[in-house]
C-alpha cells in the first residue's frame, strides 16, 4: 500500500499538471487574436494544428502557435522530471525513474492538446506538442524523428503522412536506443526499455489514430499538400 502511495500520488500530479497545459490550444487563441476572433475548428480542414493556422490564418500566427504549443509539451517533460526526481531524491529510487515522469507527463499534454478541457474537448492532433515532447526526452530521438518526418516531407510536401511516418519512427527508435544505450549493469533493466516503449507505442498510436480522416483522403487521393497563407 506504501508504495502504491508513493507512486500515486505524484504520477496524479505529473498527469493533471501536464494535462491541463496541454489544455491550452495556442491555435484557436492565436487565430481568435488575429483573425477577427474567428475559431480555428470552423476554418481549412477544421483542425486546431499549426498546418491549418499557417494556411488559413497567416505567418505571424503560426509562428506564435510553433512557439508557444512547443514550449508547452517541453514545459510538461520538465514538470514531471522535476516531481519525478523529488520523488528519486526523497525514497533513493534509481534514476531513471526520472524518465518515467518525463514520459507520463508527455502523454498527458499530448491528451490534453487532443482532447483540451478548455475548449470542450476538440483540439489538435498533438504533433507539435509531441515533437517537443520527444525532444526534451532525448534530443538524438527527436533529431532522427525529425529527419523522417523531413525526408518524407521533402517528396510528398503532405504534413499528415510525414507526421505519421515520424510517430511510427519513435517507438522502434525508443527501444533500440533503451536496449543498446540504456539498458546494463548500473544504469536501466530491462523492465525500463519495456515501459519506454509501451509510453513511446501510446504516443505513436495516438498520433495514428488522430490522422486516420487524414489517412482516408491519402488512399482517395484527396489529401491536401502543405500551403501557407501570406499575411
Same mark, same amino acid.
Given at each position: 500500500?506504501?508504495?502504491? /502511495?508513493?507512486?500515486a ?6 498527469a493533471?499538471?501536464? +494535462?491541463?497545459?496541454?489544455?491550452i ?7 481568435k487574436?488575429?483573425?477577427?476572433? &474567428?475559431?480555428?475548428r ?5 483542425? @486546431?494544428g499549426?498546418?491549418n493556422? $499557417?494556411?488559413c490564418?497567416?505567418v &505571424? =500566427?503560426?509562428?506564435?502557435t510553433?512557439?508557444?504549443?512547443f514550449?508547452?509539451? =517541453? ?11 523529488q520523488?528519486c ?6 534514476e531513471?525513474f526520472?524518465?518515467?515522469? =518525463?514520459?507520463l ?9 487532443i482532447y483540451?478541457? +478548455? *475548449?470542450? *474537448?476538440?483540439?489538435? &492532433?498533438g /504533433?507539435?506538442?509531441? @515533437?517537443?515532447?520527444?525532444?526534451f526526452?532525448d534530443?538524438? +530521438?527527436f533529431l532522427?524523428a ?6 518524407? *516531407?521533402t ?6 503522412i510525414?507526421?505519421v ?9 525508443? *527501444? $533500440?536506443?533503451?536496449y543498446?544505450?540504456?539498458c ?7 523492465? +525500463?526499455?519495456?515501459?519506454?516503449? =509501451?509510453?513511446?507505442m501510446l504516443? @505513436?498510436?495516438?498520433?495514428?489514430y488522430k490522422h486516420r @480522416? ?12 502543405f500551403?501557407?497563407?501570406h499575411?
Open positions: 500500500m506504501q508504495e502504491f /502511495v508513493i507512486f500520488l505524484p504520477s496524479m500530479l505529473v493533471a499538471v501536464s +494535462y491541463l497545459l496541454g489544455s490550444s495556442f491555435s484557436i487563441l492565436f487565430t487574436l488575429f483573425y477577427s476572433r &474567428k475559431d480555428i470552423t476554418l481549412g480542414s477544421g483542425n @486546431a499549426l498546418t493556422v $499557417l494556411r490564418v497567416g &505571424k =500566427a503560426g509562428i506564435l510553433f512557439v508557444f504549443d514550449s508547452k509539451g =517541453a514545459a510538461s517533460v520538465l514538470v514531471g522530471r522535476a516531481v519525478f526526481q520523488l531524491l526523497q525514497y533513493r529510487l534509481p531513471y526520472i524518465q518515467y515522469g =518525463a514520459y507527463a508527455g502523454i498527458a499534454c499530448v491528451v490534453g492538446h483540451p478541457l +478548455y *475548449f470542450h *474537448f476538440r483540439g489538435g &492532433k /504533433v507539435l506538442a509531441s @515533437a517537443a515532447i520527444i525532444a526526452l534530443w538524438r +530521438y532522427i525529425v529527419s523522417i518526418f523531413a525526408v518524407v *516531407f517528396f510528398t510536401r503532405i504534413v499528415s510525414s507526421s511516418c515520424g510517430a511510427l519512427s519513435f517507438p522502434l527508435i525508443n *527501444f $533500440l536506443f533503451s543498446f544505450r540504456d546494463r549493469p548500473g544504469a536501466a533493466p530491462l523492465s +525500463y526499455v519495456w515501459i519506454t516503449t =509501451a509510453f513511446s504516443f @505513436a498510436g495516438l498520433l495514428v @480522416a487524414n489517412l482516408e483522403r491519402l488512399k482517395n487521393g484527396t489529401e491536401k499538400r500551403s501557407i497563407k499575411s
